[in-house]
């Protein structure tokens, strides 16, 4: 459909992005709205550099193509160029969502479901709640993808999410909670009242009777959703492989074979888990997605790359060259990203634990080869039981020395399917997941 000049590599990335939104604050109606954009980018690639274009108006795209290749050199040995050999050439189309299209969702039932959660969840009663949130939010895109190799892709994306937050002042202390619930099916929104109610009840509980922690090392537990953190935010990006390109202290670290933690820690990251928030059918430069095992047993056994990254390093394709929208170039991004379940169950691992901390949630988190994160409710265990809520600022501690640290693995597996991961200024939606584990050690303020 594209006549794609010779001697050059090029791809075509075209997208229909549709988005809705509606919020509410403290019963006023903050935003209500609808919007729908299209474009493309069009990159030409000469063996030297990258040219590219991002238009709104489809129907320059060839006149684009055109023009970036009259500014490339071109390079009648472009197909033995290493990245170029390494793209993929699929024609297929995979549209998930033709029967719970998104898109068919009314302004009305949005309103109506959004409704429904205040009328259950919000009571003014309540003195410590200073202010509240409710808001619903869409995403449908159709892609396209097409390449002078032969390419031809398309595929379709959604998710959409409901959310209850609030703002409490408690004992003089401001705090914040609630609940988000997402999902690629509009059915699954409604029905969580009880859980956001329960979440609600819990921070109160916990403002009111938290007491500082004691600054120092503890045994730490975590809990599902904070495992899948620390894989995603302190180890999962420490596997993107762009990352190593320019750094050879970090390649000389990064040896495949090399026992970087415990036996019971085994971490993947797999673009092909419909319908998890991460998931793909392509990546944004046409690769199937893979399931990677970035470590097995303690040993590492793997790195995530795009066709750049893999060519440099003499690696294979993983299908993890993602870009936020049709404005964004590929980079090397992570998809689904978990740790896998043990055979421990998370009794008795508090159980195993005279003096330490469990650690039920996290705010967010950061980390490359020290890691932070910051927790919202924690809880003193004493005696192998959960006792008092205690306030904790941040966790902390050195990546590689946590994984060797970590010494029970739950049989408890849960995905988070609510997170969005920033990186070079791009924004993917991406799952994280894992069990409770034990920690020796962790260093907690």
């Given at each position: 459909?594209?006549?794609?000049?010779?001697?050059?590599?090029a791809?075509?990335?075209?997208?229909h992005i549709?988005?809705?939104?509606?919020?509410?604050?403290?019963?006023?109606?903050?935003?209500?709205?609808?919007?729908?954009?299209?474009?493309?980018m069009?990159?030409?690639?000469d063996?030297?550099?990258?040219y590219?274009?991002?238009t709104?108006?489809?129907?320059?795209?060839?006149a684009?193509?055109?023009g970036?290749?009259?500014?490339?050199?071109?390079?009648?040995?472009?197909?033995?160029?290493?990245?170029?050999k390494?793209?993929e050439?699929?024609?297929d189309?995979?549209?998930?969502?033709?029967?719970?299209?998104?898109r068919k969702?009314?302004?009305?039932?949005r309103?109506?479901?959004?409704q429904?959660?205040?009328d259950?969840c919000?009571?003014?009663?309540?003195?410590?709640?200073?202010?509240w949130?409710?808001?619903?939010?869409?995403?449908?895109?159709?892609?396209?993808f097409?390449?002078?190799?032969?390419?031809?892709?398309?595929?379709?994306y959604?998710?959409?999410?409901?959310?209850?937050?609030?703002?409490?002042?408690?004992?003089?202390?401001?705090?914040?909670?609630g609940k988000?619930?997402?999902?690629?099916?509009?059915?699954?929104?409604p029905?969580?009242?009880?859980?956001?109610?329960?979440?609600?009840?819990?921070?109160i509980?916990?403002?009111?009777?938290?007491?500082?922690v004691?600054?120092?090392?503890?045994?730490?537990?975590?809990?599902?959703?904070?495992?899948?953190?620390?894989?995603?935010?302190?180890?999962?990006?420490?596997?993107?492989?762009?990352?190593?390109?320019?750094?050879?202290?970090?390649?000389d670290?990064?040896?495949?074979?090399?026992?970087?933690?415990?036996?019971?820690?085994s971490?993947?990251?797999?673009?092909?888990?419909?319908?998890?928030?991460?998931?793909?059918?392509?990546?944004?430069?046409?690769?199937?997605?893979?399931?990677?095992?970035?470590?097995?047993?303690?040993?590492?056994?793997?790195?995530?790359?795009?066709?750049?990254?893999?060519?440099?390093?003499?690696?294979?394709?993983?299908?993890?060259?993602?870009?936020?929208?049709?404005?964004?170039?590929?980079i090397?991004?992570?998809?689904n990203?978990?740790?896998?379940?043990?055979?421990?169950?998370?009794?008795?691992?508090?159980?195993?634990?005279?003096?330490?901390?469990?650690?039920?949630?996290?705010?967010?988190?950061?980390?490359?080869?020290t890691?932070?994160?910051?927790?919202?409710?924690?809880?003193?265990?004493?005696?192998?039981?959960?006792?008092?809520?205690?306030?904790?600022?941040?966790?902390?501690?050195?990546?590689?020395?946590?994984l060797?640290?970590?010494?029970?693995?739950?049989?408890?597996?849960e995905?988070?399917?609510?997170?969005?991961?920033?990186k070079g200024?791009?924004?993917?939606?991406v799952?994280?997941?894992?069990?409770?584990?034990?920690?020796?050690?962790?260093?907690?303020?």
């Open positions: 459909m594209y006549r794609f000049p010779r001697g050059l590599y791809d075509i990335r075209i997208e549709s988005n809705a939104n509606y919020a509410v604050q403290n019963g006023e109606v903050k935003q209500n709205s609808e919007t729908f954009v299209e474009g493309a069009i990159r030409v690639y063996g030297r550099m990258w590219s274009s991002v709104n108006d489809l129907d320059s795209i060839q684009e193509l055109d970036l290749a009259a500014i490339a050199e071109a390079n009648e040995d472009i197909e033995n160029d290493p990245a170029v390494l793209y050439v699929h024609k189309k995979v549209l998930h969502y033709g029967d719970n299209d998104i969702v009314t302004r009305r039932q309103e109506a479901l959004i429904g959660y205040i259950a919000i009571d003014d009663s309540i003195e410590e709640v200073k202010q949130y409710a808001g619903y939010s869409h995403s449908y895109t159709l892609k396209e097409y390449s002078s190799k032969g390419a031809e892709i398309v595929q379709d959604q998710q959409c999410a409901v959310y209850i937050w609030y703002d409490f002042m408690i004992n003089g202390t401001p705090l914040s909670g988000q619930y997402q999902s690629m099916d509009f059915g699954d929104l029905g969580h009242e009880d859980e956001v109610i329960a979440r609600r009840d819990k921070v509980d916990f403002g009111r009777n938290a007491v500082d004691e600054p120092g090392s503890y045994v730490c537990v975590l809990a599902p959703m904070v495992t899948g953190m620390f894989t995603h935010e302190c180890f999962g990006h420490k596997s993107e492989a762009d990352y190593m390109l320019s750094d050879k202290t970090l390649r670290e990064w040896v495949m074979g090399k026992k970087v933690g415990s036996e019971l820690v971490i993947f990251d797999s673009g092909d888990m419909f319908p998890h928030r991460g998931c793909i059918a392509y990546d944004d430069e046409g690769t199937a997605p893979r399931e990677t095992w970035l470590i097995k047993d303690g040993v590492l056994t793997g790195r995530l790359h795009d066709a750049h990254s893999a060519s440099v390093m003499g690696e294979e394709l993983t299908g993890n060259a993602r870009a936020q929208d049709f404005g964004c170039s590929p090397v991004r992570m998809t990203t978990c740790m896998q379940a043990g055979d421990t169950s998370p009794e008795d691992i508090i159980a195993g634990v005279e003096n330490g901390i469990y650690i039920e949630n996290v705010i967010h988190g950061t980390g490359f080869s890691f932070t994160m910051v927790p919202s409710l924690c809880y003193r265990i004493r005696d192998g039981k959960i006792a008092e809520p205690l306030r904790v600022n941040v966790l902390s501690g050195s990546v590689f020395q946590t060797f640290d970590i010494d029970a693995v739950g049989n408890d597996f995905y988070c399917d609510v997170s969005t991961c920033g200024g791009q924004w993917m939606p799952t994280d997941g894992g069990p409770t584990i034990r920690v020796r050690s962790l260093s907690v303020n």
